[in-house]
């Protein structure tokens, strides 16, 4: 809801309480805390507070480590979990090989995990393959990355086919992964068949659930327009990049401090097309529009 200040102030309450918990009974709260500690990560991570986001991931991890040695058919999918956070704590903090090194123990545990019960594995295991298409990228290893988006992509394909109320948003964000990583192989056309399936998937979740995916809407929108413009169908593109600005101008009404940044961002692409297409009058407006935004003095 876009109130990051006051999930942190109640999940460190938990953590304080568990801590004392388990400090008094290891054995029936470490489970607890561990958990308290990978939401802290999270929320300390929303604040852009990422050095202690890492330490209490890295925290999480050490305790679920080793309550995973002593009973591992209870705790390895807790760890898995830790670990898939840690992977993306380390990627924010420009650490890739130790984000991919977290990212791939995620994957063969969760990889080992799904092979027993792919019911109950499978998503997990998707998301994870997703993350590490990521860590793969960021690293140049971009093959690599391209697989596994395409095996995450494909897992989502099948469980949003089963449950499309449950899986269609999860098949939407690996659709966006995926593009862009054929867009950095240079597979424009592709990229953009995979795009234009995620902004589908989006628009009608989006339609049901406002609050929820207006925000993925607009990102996938933006990825749109991008690809339009190289493909040179610059009115498309400008079409695209005017959508995402109106849904983001939406957002920023709702939650200014949340959503301006991004409206920023947009309005400076799509100023970049109005440029292109000659329009320099709406250009200058919309660069002024978001150089007010970012700075409103």
């Not at 991931?57 to 705790?75: C, H, I, K, S």
């Not at 240079?186 to 234009?196: C, F, K, S, V």
């Amino acid at each position: 809801m876009g109130r990051p200040e006051e999930a942190l102030a109640a999940t460190e309450e938990a953590v304080t309480i568990r801590r004392r918990l388990a400090q008094a009974n290891p054995a029936a709260f470490e489970p607890d805390l561990a958990t308290a500690l990978n939401n802290l990560s999270v929320d300390l991570s929303s604040l852009g507070r990422m050095e202690e986001a890492l330490a209490a991931t890295e925290e999480a991890v050490g305790m679920y480590r080793r309550l995973a040695q002593a009973n591992p058919g209870r705790f390895e999918a807790d760890l898995a979990t830790a670990l898939d956070n840690l992977g993306i704590r380390l990627y924010d903090l420009r650490r890739p090989e130790q984000a991919l090194a977290a990212t791939t123990e995620t994957v063969t545990i969760r990889r080992r995990l799904a092979q027993v019960d792919p019911n109950a594995f499978d998503p997990d295991l998707a998301g994870a393959l997703n993350n590490l298409s990521v860590d793969l990228s960021s690293l140049g290893r971009m093959e690599e990355a391209l697989a596994a988006a395409e095996e995450a992509v494909g897992m989502y394909r099948r469980l949003a086919q089963a449950d499309p109320d449950r899986f269609d948003s999860d098949l939407a964000m690996a659709l966006n992964n995926l593009s862009i990583r054929l867009s950095h192989l240079g597979r424009i056309e592709e990229a953009l068949a995979a795009t234009e399936e995620a902004v589908a998937l989006y628009r009608r979740l989006a339609r049901t659930n406002t609050d929820a995916f207006e925000r993925n809407l607009a990102t996938a929108l933006n990825n749109l327009s991008f690809l339009l413009s190289d493909l040179g169908r610059a009115e498309e593109a400008l079409a695209a990049a005017e959508e995402a600005v109106g849904v983001y101008r939406r957002l920023a009404q709702t939650n200014p401090g949340w959503h301006e940044p991004d409206l920023a961002g947009m309005l400076n692409t799509l100023a970049d097309l109005l440029a292109n297409a000659n329009r320099a009058e709406e250009a200058e407006a919309a660069r002024q529009e978001a150089a007010t935004l970012l700075d409103p003095s």
